[in-house]
């Protein structure tokens, strides 16, 4: 299996770090990762063990799902100098991101709680290509689940499915199955056989009669909303089971900076 921050090296320094090797730096360092603003802990354990991977010494790292502080020192390690300017760049902008997806998801799901304190947020597979392994792992980070992880782990039938699939296919699987019905109609003939419907573009007014209407056709349906406002996910949670959210993979990556010094 590749490893992604081999990946991430070999193209931030393919032949070399020319600067690094016209200064001649050279000798023990430490690299301190600050935090300029408040975030959640994530994948800071994967970034240590590469750091470990390349000979440096981790002296502090932060638990995922930990929050801190503007001017938190967040990750720190220490070693061959050379080598940390190496990691530097890529380190403090994964670190960026995966941070505040976690951050992100945090925020989403205490929001939500606020009205449903069973309510689950679930991100998509939509991540970005090559960084699935870290994304989601953020999202859990920041006490989220995850919708799907790829096509090969769940059973989704979407619109689109539904608009070619045979009328006559029967839905039979070892697997849980949820339906994106394409209307009303739809999802009242598939709360019967589906264990969960996906309903999309609907107002929370809507849902508040809908929702109910639909469980008792089957009581133990689970409701999932997607394609939502997030500054509405309050209102969205008192009617629903799972709020799924592509939102956090495309959060601001945090402001964090680097102090690297001398031994």
């Excluded at 991430?8 to 020319?18: M, Q």
């Excluded at 802990?41 to 010494?57: P, S, T, V």
Aim: hydrophobic share 40%; net charge negative.
């Amino acid at each position: 299996m590749i490893d992604l921050f081999d990946l991430y090296l070999s193209e931030d320094c393919p032949y070399g770090d020319l600067t690094t090797d016209m200064l001649r730096i050279e000798g023990i360092g430490k690299i301190s990762i600050i935090s300029r603003e408040h975030g959640v802990a994530a994948c800071m354990d994967d970034l240590g063990g590469f750091y470990k991977k390349n000979g440096l010494e981790v002296v502090c790292l932060l638990q995922n799902g930990a929050k801190f502080n503007p001017d938190d020192v967040i990750f720190e390690a220490q070693g061959d100098l050379v080598t940390i300017f190496r990691l530097w760049r890529i380190s403090q902008t994964f670190l960026s991101i995966v941070c505040s997806i976690a951050k992100s998801t945090r925020y989403a799901l205490e929001l939500a709680r606020e009205s449903n304190p069973d309510i689950t947020i679930a991100t998509s597979r939509k991540t970005h290509p090559g960084s699935r392994k870290y994304e989601l792992k953020a999202v859990k980070a920041g006490g989220g689940d995850h919708h799907r992880n790829s096509l090969s782990d769940s059973i989704l039938v979407t619109q689109n499915h539904l608009d070619v699939m045979d009328k006559d296919v029967v839905m039979n699987s070892m697997k849980k199955i949820e339906i994106e019905p394409r209307n009303k109609e739809e999802a009242y003939h598939f709360a019967t056989i589906a264990d969960m419907l996906l309903l999309d573009h609907y107002l929370p007014g809507e849902l508040e009669w809908f929702v109910p209407e639909l469980r008792a056709l089957n009581p133990y349906l689970k409701i999932a909303v997607g394609g939502i406002d997030l500054s509405m996910i309050s209102e969205y949670a008192r009617h629903v089971d799972i709020i799924v959210t592509t939102a956090p993979y495309y959060s601001r990556p945090l402001d964090l900076t680097s102090d690297i010094k001398r031994l």
